[in-house]
Antibody
Framework: QVQLQESGPGLVKPSGTLSLTCGVSGDSISGSNWWSWVRQSPGKGLEWIGEIYHIGSTNYNPSLKSRVTISLDKSKNQFSLKLTSVTAADTAVYYC?????????????WGQGTLVTVSS | QSALTQTASVSGSPGQSITISCTGTSSDVGGYNYVSWYQQHPGKAPKLMIFDVSNRPSGVSTRFSGSKSGNTASLTISGLQAEDEADYYCSSYTGSGTRVFGGGTKLTVL
């Protein structure tokens, strides 16, 4: 059974950098799937942030691209998210998810999510 | 990259069928057979219900079905049950490796 678990600080100061890690078990991030980050602001809908493939290829949401970096740590079977210059608008529950491999166009496994609050 | 358009809320009585629509453009929903649907209960992570327009993952009830016509995709839930009450989100591949979600639809089972 594939499982994903987000971890990282729950509070980040404005203008700072949000850093989260997603640990993966039951699958290898070096396989044929892309690995993605999605967020959900309080009371709002889902927003795709970006994704990474095991060779290091990345795709990002154009609206966040200038502030986002997604990276891999194959030795730990985990991938990470960095979001710079955060504001209160970046307060959200952040989910990591596996992109399904049949078409590569859906998210089949999700982490439980972690709330990150941007506040001084 | 604009969010896909979903009706904010829909309701139905137990046993009835309801349909949730998701409207995009020819650059996303209409351009690819890559629409997926997610169910989200309060405080929980989204759960994949339909992928690639009309495919059900293993373990998802056959009461859930998906379709698409032009730039609009639809999720139909038949034989509505109390446990179906949740938020539902559509998502589409948009080309160039990017993805977009709908704004979500709150389903209330009366």
């Amino acid at each position: 059974q594939v499982q994903l678990q987000e971890s990282g600080p729950g509070l980040v100061k404005p203008s700072g950098t949000l850093s989260l890690t997603c640990g993966v078990s039951g699958d290898s991030i070096s396989g044929s799937n892309w690995w993605s980050w999605v967020r959900q602001s309080p009371g709002k809908g889902l927003e795709w942030i970006g994704e990474i493939y095991h060779i290091g290829s990345t795709n990002y949401n154009p609206s966040l691209k200038s502030r986002v970096t997604i990276s891999l740590d194959k030795s730990k079977n985990q991938f990470s998210l960095k979001l710079t210059s955060v504001t209160a608008a970046d307060t959200a529950v952040y989910y990591c998810a596996r992109v399904g491999s049949v078409s590569g166009a859906y998210f089949d496994y999700w982490g439980q999510g972690t709330l990150v609050t941007v506040s001084s | 990259q604009s969010a896909l358009t979903q009706t904010a809320s829909v309701s139905g009585s137990p046993g009835q069928s309801i349909t949730i629509s998701c409207t995009g453009t020819s650059s996303d929903v209409g351009g690819y057979n890559y629409v997926s649907w997610y169910q989200q209960h309060p405080g929980k992570a989204p759960k994949l219900m339909i992928f690639d327009v009309s495919n059900r993952p293993s373990g998802v009830s056959t009461r859930f079905s998906g379709s698409k016509s032009g730039n609009t995709a639809s999720l139909t839930i038949s034989g509505l049950q109390a446990e179906d009450e949740a938020d539902y989100y559509c998502s589409s591949y948009t080309g160039s490796g990017t993805r977009v979600f709908g704004g979500g639809t709150k389903l209330t089972v009366l």
